[in-house]
Every structure is written in structure tokens, then in C-alpha cells.
């Protein structure tokens, strides 16, 4: 039976209480997510585009919160800001289940997204401290993988709940995540101080992030990987719709696979890639991306009998991308961080993300109209800039970015 260290699992005892509850908070995702625009439509009666503008100015006033968590991160710990953020996004989705005039649903969606942002801004820090020496990347893969199986196997009950009809099922949903964010938030209480207490203490001033210039390219190129992450689930179900001649049920296949792919294969590529430069791993990834999105504009080309073929090949490259991109992005980030602060940058490391949510969907719809290959021509573009920037920049990064040290070697 292959060992833990082959498989590329980290050392996890006495920190299951922080994997299960990354499983269960991603599972109400899962469940939930999918669901929540229908919720605004079908349950609280409220039209789609005042749903989707209330949806889009809450997430806009969260852009604040990764900004604000690195300002007290360092001094409160991450293990209680991700506690913290847990119950208030519970307390959301309580909300979401009893309420139903429009402003009552706006403060839930401000809350919850807010609570989404603390959650992602603390996270990282908390896998890094919890992590023995030699096997940060491990616990970011192993982290990862927890998270996608939770999401992916909410998202098979979301489809249960969308199928059976009625508002009732969209109820359940929103109660079976408020009660996952709960019940993940009181896990957490249970992790030990041995294993987060190292970021409860106050690390001094913050680093001048402003002039840190490697860090700040390395964030505007993650905004731009994150961007070539989010274009699938924004762009391939338009695609498919509205340009190729496929079967619309393979939109939601391709999801569920790419899903799968990442929750099974984080830990093996961990521990494959471990010996390799973090920064070289990237721009790999970068390219393959560069390929997907070659491969997404070719589709409007190939011959009909083909584009099915080739769009569950460009998934593929795409999973694969994402692959080496997920287990060792927020590792990098940690790496190149300073010692004192590190809760801080890595804070300030989720605004890539941020900044892509709010661009990707404008970026995909305004280039679709135009032509509907163009957005994956120049998501093509963009990976290539990125990929460069990157080979570029790591060349004046800390040592921290070569080989690292194998856990058990």
C-alpha cells in the first residue's frame, strides 16, 4: 500500500479538525452556490437583474476585507479570523433561509461575501502554520484537494435539489450551508494552540508591501492566472449555449470532471513537483493555459464532428493547468513572504483573486459579443504575459522559490 509521504499527504495529526472542516464548509458551498440566484428569483421573488445587481455591489463592498485582515491578522491569528468568518457567513445564510424583502437579502449577500473574503485571506496563513517543516506545499495541495471534493460532491446535491422542483428545495440548501459553516467554524474551535498559535502574536510593524515591487508583480500575474480560472465557469457554459454545436449537458460533465481532477490529483502533483522551482511549476501552467484557451477559440473552426472531441481535450489542458497552479501558487506567495508579516502579505495575496471575480465576467461578455472566439484568444495572450512576467520576476525572488526541502528526506 503506497505510505503517506508517496501519495504526497502531509503529516496531519491533531489537525483533522481543520481538513473535515474545509470539507464540510465547501460541501455547503457546493450545495448552496449553484443555487443562490434562483433562490433570489424563484423563493424571495425578486427579478434577475436586480438580483444580479444586488449580488454584484455586495461582493464590490467586500473588496475591502483582505486590505482590513492584514492590518490584524498577525495580532489575532488566522485560525480565529477563519473561525470568525465561518459563523458570520452561518449567520448569512440563516438569513438567506427567513428573509425575504430585498434590503434584509442585501445584508445577508454583503455579510456572506464579506465573510467569503475574510475566509480566503486567512486561510493560506492558517495552512502555513499548521504546516510541519518541509511540507507547506503539501498542506496547500491537501487543503485544495479537501476543498474541491467538498464542492464537487455539493454541486451532485445541488443538481438532486434542482430537479425535484418547487422552492423547498432551494430552503434546503440554504440551511444545509448555514448549518455547514457552523458546524466547520466549531471544528476549528477544536484545533490545537500547538498548531496555530505561532501567528497569535503580534509581528510589528507591516512590511512596506508598496515597495516590495517583486511581490506586487507577483500578485498582478496571479490576477491574471485567477482570471484564466474563473473564464471556465464563466465563458464555457455561454460558449456552449450560444457558438458550438454540442449537447448543453456537457457543460455541466466537463464542470464536474475539472472538479474531480483537482480534488483527486493536488497531493501527487505536490509531491512530483516538490524538487522543482515553485516559479517554474507556474509558468508551466501558464502556458498550458495559454494552449486551452488556443484550442477554446479553435472550436468555432474544427469541423462539427470534432468540436466535441476537442472541447473535452481543452478541458483536459485546462485541468491540467489548474493542477500545477493550485497546489503551488499560495505556497509560493508564503515562501517569498517575510517571516514577520507573512499573515499580512499573504492577506493582501487574495486581492489577485478579488480582482479577478469582479473582472471576468465583464471580460468574457464584451469580448464574446465582439467575437466569439476572442475572449479565449486573449485569455491565451494574457497566460503568455503572465507565464513571462513570471520566469522574469523569479529570477530576484528569495531563494525560498527552489527546490524545498522534501518532508521525510
Known sequence: MPSATSLGLPNVRGRLPLLIGLAIDSFGGGVAGPLMLLYFIRVAGIP????????????????????????????????????????????????????????????????????????????????????????????????????????????????????????????????????????AGVLLLGLHASHHQRATQDSGPAPLLRKDKPFLVLIAVNTLFALCIMMLGVGLPVYVSEALPVPKWLVGVLLAAASVVLAAGQTLVVRHTEKLRRTSVIVVAGLAWAVWGLLMASLTQVPNALVAAMLVLATAVFAFADLLHAATNNALAASVAPEAGRGKYLSYWQYSFAFASVLAPAFFAQLFEVRHELPWLAIATLALVAAGLLAAVGRVLPNQTDARPVAGE
Open 48 to 183: 434577475l437583474g436586480t438580483a444580479g445587481v444586488l449580488l454584484t455591489v455586495a461582493t464590490l463592498f467586500s473588496i475591502a476585507a483582505p486590505g482590513a485582515v492584514g492590518v490584524v491578522i498577525d495580532r489575532l491569528g488566522p485560525r480565529n479570523l477563519v473561525v470568525g468568518a465561518q459563523f458570520a457567513q452561518g449567520l448569512a445564510f440563516t438569513g438567506f433561509f427567513f428573509g425575504r424583502s430585498t434590503w434584509l437579502l442585501f445584508l445577508c449577500a454583503l455579510v456572506s461575501t464579506t465573510g467569503q473574503r475574510v475566509f480566503w485571506s486567512s486561510i493560506f496563513s492558517l495552512l502555513a502554520d499548521v504546516a510541519d517543516e518541509g511540507e507547506r506545499d503539501r498542506w496547500f495541495g491537501l487543503g485544495g484537494m479537501m476543498q474541491a471534493g467538498g464542492f464537487a460532491l455539493g454541486g451532485l446535491v445541488a443538481g438532486a435539489l434542482l430537479a425535484a422542483g418547487g422552492t423547498t428545495p432551494f430552503l434546503i440548501a440554504m440551511a444545509v450551508n448555514a448549518a455547514s459553516f457552523y458546524l
